[in-house]
């Protein structure tokens, strides 16, 4: 049974957060790069950013946003429960990002409640660069029938099973990695860093980032089917449905699950052993 019952503050929906900008610097996205294992080299020199990157600008503008909506004492049971990036230019070194949020519907479930956020990425000129959606989900909340709307869809399509995958790839994760995707990312959550405090929240232990398991899937992406051209990729979207520990390794398989205008759709899901830790994948990439 989900409680307790919460009344989630819907005046908050709709309303941007304040501007911030982000000066991006070559050091800055190598170190990215590396903290996420990237093995693409124009990334790791810095020449352009990773997709996931994308998140870095946007990162202290997401939880305020969800938090207008979600009440405030509700912030340690906050999970990230998927992200969608929507692609319309690359980061580049030197640009100068303008971000803002909003929060545009939550909605209550049967385990917990969710926040649904937006989060746009311009330059200065007023050209939109990406567009995010993120799902905070809150555990053991009811917040009632909702309201507004939710992230665009995703969901993988079991009809898809029947056919080989189009790629698989196969990463570790480092032992020191949460470590380094902290500083890199701005990500201070102490369930990345701190065992004990990790496991008072009802974790093994430290955990990877989500994000940075999902950046894991975005160079596997972009090496297998994209030539690795980040140019290329349109869309990349997730559900996070397990925590990844330090030390194991994931699986992503990637299936072609078909033309999106002037791109192709690859429905993608990845595991460690037998256990899906992220669900409902999709990444678009354009020919």
Known sequence: MTTPTVEFDSSGL???TD????EVTAERIAEYAAATNDPIERHLRGEIAPPVFAVVPVFFSMAPAAL???PVELLMKLVHGEQDF???RPIYPGDTLVVRAKPIGFEGKDNGSTVTVYAETRLESG????EQWLTAFFKKVDAGPGLGDGAPDHRFDEALRAAA????????IDKDQTFRYSPASGDPMPIHLDDELAQMSGLPGIINHGLCTMAFTSWAALTELADGKVE????????????VLPEQDIT?????AGRHGAATGYAFETTVGDELVIKDGLAVIAD
Do not use: D, I, Y
């Open 14 to 16: 709709g309303e941007w």
């Open 19 to 22: 501007e911030e900008r982000f």
């Open 68 to 70: 207008s909506v979600a």
């Open 86 to 88: 929507h692609f319309h």
């Open 127 to 130: 050209e939109l660069v990406n």
């Open 165 to 172: 995958p189009a790629a698989t790839v196969v990463a570790h």
């Open 232 to 243: 290329r990729l349109q869309r990349l979207a997730v559900r996070f449905a397990k925590p």
């Open 252 to 256: 992503t398989e990637f299936r072609n």
